[in-house]
């Protein structure tokens, strides 16, 4: 029996854990934190919990233009009631994950492990875990995982005080929203929390070092977010990097890189993730983290040493929790000598939870503008779509491309409220090498916003029939 060691319990460590166990592995898992790791206990998990509550409100605004008229100041926050929903979900999910894993026969191990083999080069590995209880277990065994994931970045001169200056787990333990929350770094993170602020009726100051938000998305969706934020009162400050955020009397004062500042009541701190690879033994058997301080692998997960793989943030592959799944279990696959496929970034779909949300698939309009990725394209605005129009949706697209002879798609973006669903038909496309005829002939509801999807095709198709 193949024995593993997983150090680390977020998605890429407890997904692989689970396959590993039903293929018969004897599985160790070691986890710092709590199964479930940051991902469901401190980041996405309640981030998103948070964005649920924040999205009442959204639908309170709106309500007025389809003629229920509500005023969105009259109803009551309760932020204690908010907060604690944000923070007993992730428990909640996090024992469902542990039990899930006791029943295939995963050990659970409260505690840090790390690499103690006594030199370079051996086949088989040994792992320290030093427990909670302040005990400590050697495990002898044949393959290592490491999916030890990634921290808030903490920028020197504006460093969280829990307080006035916050990093995103900090958020949920203020006792009163803030008046007016300057956030640093306009990355995923940072515009997701700018616009789950704006929508609870906080000031928001978005502070980006870029000349947009979202630098690394769909540029088109990029600008309607902007325009979205601007209209909610959201006051952007681009081309914008912070020096230092420190307290002032009452509230914060973020020092720009070019002498500019910014005041407010609380600051946000959403300038990236640094990889949890320090005390790992790594040099206990050879492996040199990059000058990021990933660990690099390859595409089936395999470190430069035999019988040590990474998964998941601690890689910088691709920071989200569905890459980092994928990751682990392609891992496993390999370790236990199972048919896999090395993994496939080109197929995956991802979110941004904002108002509206923005999802993307495989190649992007960047790739295609700049000539490397040949492509047909076509952009509908959601205005013409008749479910839009029912609900008052003003802003938002469906955006596909493919490829200029086949007609396959290879990408696209959704934004509009629920970007996150309406992305996966154009996903299914993009995995399975469907045509823009194959959805064009699929049968959307009349009326859904998912119609837009299949119109955006069947327009992508009569282009193809004029060629
Ligand atoms: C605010 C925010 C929101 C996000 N929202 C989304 C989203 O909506 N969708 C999405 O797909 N992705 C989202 N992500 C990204 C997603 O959270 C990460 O990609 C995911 O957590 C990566 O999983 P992981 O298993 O690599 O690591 P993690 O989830 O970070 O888990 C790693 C675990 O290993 C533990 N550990 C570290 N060192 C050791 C050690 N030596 N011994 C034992 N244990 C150790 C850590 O404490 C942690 O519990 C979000 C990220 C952030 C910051
Ligand atoms: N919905 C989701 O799936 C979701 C949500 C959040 C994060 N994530 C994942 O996490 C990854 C990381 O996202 P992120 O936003 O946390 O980090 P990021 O590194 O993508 O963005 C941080 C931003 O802060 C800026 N920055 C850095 N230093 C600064 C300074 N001194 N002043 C002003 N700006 C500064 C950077 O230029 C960058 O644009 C994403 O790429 C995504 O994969 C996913």
Not at 215 to 232: I, M, S
Not at 261 to 290: C, Y
Not at 327 to 345: D, F, N, T, W
Request: aromatic residues 4%; glycine residues 10%; charged residues 20%.
């Amino acid at each position: 029996m193949t024995r593993i060691v997983i150090i680390g319990g977020g998605p890429a460590g407890y997904e692989a854990a689970l396959v590993a166990a039903q293929h018969g592995a004897s599985v160790s898992l070691i986890d710092s934190d709590g199964v479930g790791g940051a991902c469901v206990l401190y980041d996405c998990v309640p981030s998103k919990t948070f964005i649920a509550s924040t999205g009442v409100r959204t639908d309170l605004r709106r309500a007025n233009d389809l003629g229920i008229n509500l005023d969105p100041e009259q109803a009551l926050i309760s932020l204690p009631q908010i907060h604690s929903r944000v923070k007993s979900l992730p428990f909640a999910q996090s024992s469902d994950i542990r039990a899930r894993l006791l029943t295939v026969g995963v050990t659970l191990l409260s505690g840090r492990g790390e690499i103690i083999d006594p030199r370079v080069g051996l086949a088989a590995h040994q792992v320290r875990a030093i427990l909670a209880d302040g005990t400590e277990q050697i495990l002898d065994t044949d393959v290592v995982l490491i999916a030890t994931g990634a921290s808030p970045r903490v920028l020197a001169g504006a460093e969280p005080d829990g307080e006035r200056i916050l990093n995103w787990r900090q958020l949920y333990d203020l006792e009163e929203l803030p008046t007016h929350l300057v956030v640093v770094g306009s990355g995923v993170t940072g515009a997701e929390f700018v616009s789950a602020y704006t929508e609870m009726g906080v000031q928001v100051t978005s502070v980006s070092s870029r000349n947009r938000v979202l630098p690394h998305e769909d540029e088109d969706a990029a600008l309607v977010l902007e325009d979205a934020l601007a209209e909610r009162g959201v006051k952007l400050v681009k081309q914008a990097r912070a020096e230092s955020v420190t307290r002032t009397a009452d509230g914060i004062l973020v020092t720009l890189s070019d002498g500019r500042t910014v005041e407010g009541s609380h600051a946000l701190m959403t300038v990236g993730s640094v990889p949890n690879t320090d005390g790992l033994g790594l040099d206990k058997v050879g492996i040199e983290l990059d000058k990021g301080g990933f660990l690099r692998v390859d595409r089936v997960s395999r470190t430069t040493v035999s019988g040590i793989y990474a998964a998941g943030d601690c890689t910088g592959l691709l920071p989200l929790a569905s890459v980092a799944a994928m990751q682990g279990r392609i891992a496993m696959y390999h370790a236990l000598g199972e048919g896999v496929s090395p993994i496939k970034l080109k197929t995956v779909a991802s979110a941004v939870f904002t108002r509206p949300e923005i999802a993307t698939v495989g190649v992007s309009q960047a790739s295609i503008d700049s000539g490397e990725v040949p492509a047909r394209t076509v952009m509908l605005p959601l205005n013409t779509n008749p479910r839009a129009k029912m609900s008052g949706l003003r802003r938002g697209f469906v955006k596909i491309f493919c490829r200029p002879a086949t007609g396959v798609v290879i990408g696209g973006v959704v934004v509009a409220p629920v970007a996150s669903e309406l992305i996966l038909p154009i996903a299914i496309a993009v995995q399975n090498n469907l045509s823009v005829n194959d959805l064009a002939q699929t049968f959307s509801v009349y009326p859904s916003l998912s119609g837009s999807v299949i119109e955006a095709a069947r327009q992508l198709m009569r282009h193809d029939d004029l060629d």
